[in-house]
């Protein structure tokens, strides 16, 4: 009950990002009294937490954000989004699952955990930020790159982004694919378009080479990730006007991409293509997020004890969806998972988690740590 009355208190604010609403003053003032040292790092206009117990190695990270997305429509939720309700089992309410119970499970794991082994070995952190689910540039990647300007490391990483499919435990994801954008700009000559032997419509001139792209194979995946895909999300060119040849066609496309390939490789292959097509064009490529593993090993085996001893399943590893603030993590932190609620509601109208799930949600962080810090 205590997880589910700090989950409710977090949720009350409404911390649409990257606005904290004082979310992070309620887990400072819980940290404090467990004798955290606090680093509250300020970057424009998005508050950061970096909280640390104890200075000895092994460093257990518990990584999180306050932040949500907008809500959507009101009227369309069955309850106030930010006044947290509870109705047949179900606790609603925007960020329920993404991510303030994970926040709350943070946090009275570690309590239950340090009144159990005041004299534990190794050191516990938290890094949390309110800037997640927006543009992501002043948050966790910032407070990761002051870590490692004064070389502060993690051993250990637990995300708290909702990961499972069907119920708690069943999914950890241990790594996320990559993500590389690009901007192609195909040129032409505008023209009449009575008169095509004129002018040269970079339509046309880009179709073949675009049609090449989309059935290649760009890798087999690995034992983790599936095979690399590339995607066109956007395609503009033209005045508008029936009657113009354009002279230009832009084109967005994407990668998301495995360990199976490099930054280097894909943007080469590419460009091969347009160059072999014979193509006029401007590239644009634009990194968000290199891809990230943490193979079986201590962390990944610590959390499916935690998960097993708990609620008595054996959780599946998955690297699929999207990117996440573990991207940045791994920069200093070699093994980094996701464990969080199941995942069916989020960003949804009447997001909600299982409230049986909360207290669960809090005994596998709890266990995770003991594993990690004394073994079992």
């Not at 339509?203 to 675009?210: G, K, N, Q, V």
């Given at each position: 009950?205590?997880?589910?009355?700090?989950?409710?208190?977090?949720?009350?604010?409404?911390?649409?990002?990257?606005?904290?609403?004082?979310?992070?003053?309620?887990?400072?003032?819980?940290?404090?009294?467990?004798?955290?040292?606090?680093?509250?790092?300020?970057?424009?206009?998005?508050?950061?937490?970096?909280?640390?117990?104890?200075?000895?190695?092994?460093?257990?990270?518990?990584?999180?954000?306050?932040?949500?997305?907008?809500?959507?429509?009101?009227?369309?939720?069955?309850?106030?989004?930010?006044?947290?309700?509870?109705?047949?089992?179900?606790?609603?309410?925007?960020?329920?699952?993404?991510?303030?119970?994970?926040?709350?499970?943070?946090?009275?794991?570690?309590?239950?955990?340090?009144?159990?082994?005041?004299?534990?070995?190794?050191?516990?952190?938290?890094?949390?930020?309110?800037?997640?689910?927006?543009?992501?540039?002043?948050?966790?990647?910032?407070?990761?790159?002051?870590?490692?300007?004064?070389?502060?490391?993690?051993?250990?990483?637990?995300?708290?982004?909702?990961?499972?499919?069907?119920?708690?435990?069943d999914t950890i994801k241990n790594g996320r694919r990559g993500s590389l954008s690009g901007m192609l700009i195909v040129?032409?000559?505008?023209?009449?378009?009575?008169?095509?032997?004129?002018?040269?419509?970079?339509?046309?001139?880009?179709?073949?080479?675009?049609?090449e792209l989309a059935i290649m194979q760009w890798d087999e995946g690995n034992e983790y990730f599936p095979p690399t895909?590339?995607?066109?999300?956007?395609?503009?060119?033209?005045?508008?006007?029936?009657?113009?040849?354009?002279?230009?066609?832009?084109?967005?496309?994407?990668?998301?991409?495995?360990?199976?390939?490099?930054?280097?490789?894909?943007?080469?292959?590419?460009?091969?293509?347009?160059?072999?097509?014979?193509?006029?064009?401007?590239?644009?490529?634009?990194?968000?997020?290199?891809?990230?593993?943490?193979?079986?090993?201590?962390?990944?085996?610590?959390?499916?004890?935690?998960?097993?001893?708990?609620?008595?399943?054996?959780?599946?590893?998955?690297?699929?969806?999207?990117?996440?603030?573990?991207?940045?993590?791994?920069?200093?932190?070699?093994?980094?998972?996701?464990?969080?609620?199941?995942?069916?509601?989020?960003?949804?109208?009447?997001?909600?988690?299982?409230?049986?799930?909360?207290?669960?949600?809090?005994?596998?962080?709890?266990?995770?740590?003991?594993?990690?810090?004394?073994?079992?």
């Open positions: 009950m205590n997880t589910l009355e700090l989950a409710q208190s977090l949720i009350a604010r409404r911390s649409m990002t990257p606005d904290d609403a004082g979310c992070q003053e309620i887990l400072i003032e819980r940290l404090e009294k467990m004798g955290f040292s606090i680093e509250r790092m300020r970057f424009g206009n998005v508050d950061n937490l970096w909280a640390r117990k104890g200075h000895a190695s092994p460093l257990i990270c518990f990584a999180g954000h306050t932040d949500v997305v907008p809500s959507g429509p009101i009227e369309k939720w069955k309850s106030d989004p930010f006044a947290p309700e509870i109705r047949a089992g179900m606790l609603y309410g925007r960020g329920a699952a993404d991510m303030k119970t994970s926040l709350a499970a943070f946090i009275t794991a570690i309590e239950a955990y340090l009144e159990q082994h005041p004299h534990h070995g190794g050191s516990i952190a938290l890094l949390i930020t309110s800037d997640e689910e927006g543009i992501a540039v002043d948050g966790t990647v910032k407070v990761v790159e002051a870590l490692k300007a004064r070389n502060e490391t993690i051993d250990y990483c637990i995300v708290g982004e909702p990961t499972c499919v069907s119920r708690l435990g040129k032409g000559i505008q023209g009449h378009i009575a008169y095509p032997h004129l002018a040269k419509n970079p339509i046309h001139l880009a179709a073949p080479a675009l049609a895909t590339w995607q066109i999300s956007n395609i503009h060119g033209g005045t508008g006007a029936t009657n113009v040849i354009p002279g230009s066609v832009e084109i967005l496309l994407n990668f998301r991409f495995s360990t199976a390939s490099s930054v280097e490789s894909l943007q080469s292959r590419v460009h091969d293509v347009l160059e072999r097509h014979g193509l006029d064009y401007d590239m644009e490529w634009s990194l968000s997020a290199k891809p990230y593993l943490t193979p079986k090993g201590s962390l990944v085996d610590a959390v499916a004890s935690a998960v097993k001893s708990s609620m008595g399943i054996e959780p599946e590893l998955s690297t699929s969806g999207g990117t996440s603030d573990g991207r940045f993590i791994a920069d200093i932190c070699p093994q980094v998972i996701e464990l969080g609620p199941v995942n069916a509601t989020i960003h949804k109208i009447d997001e909600c988690v299982a409230v049986d799930d909360i207290p669960a949600l809090h005994a596998i962080y709890m266990k995770t740590i003991a594993y990690l810090l004394n073994g079992k």
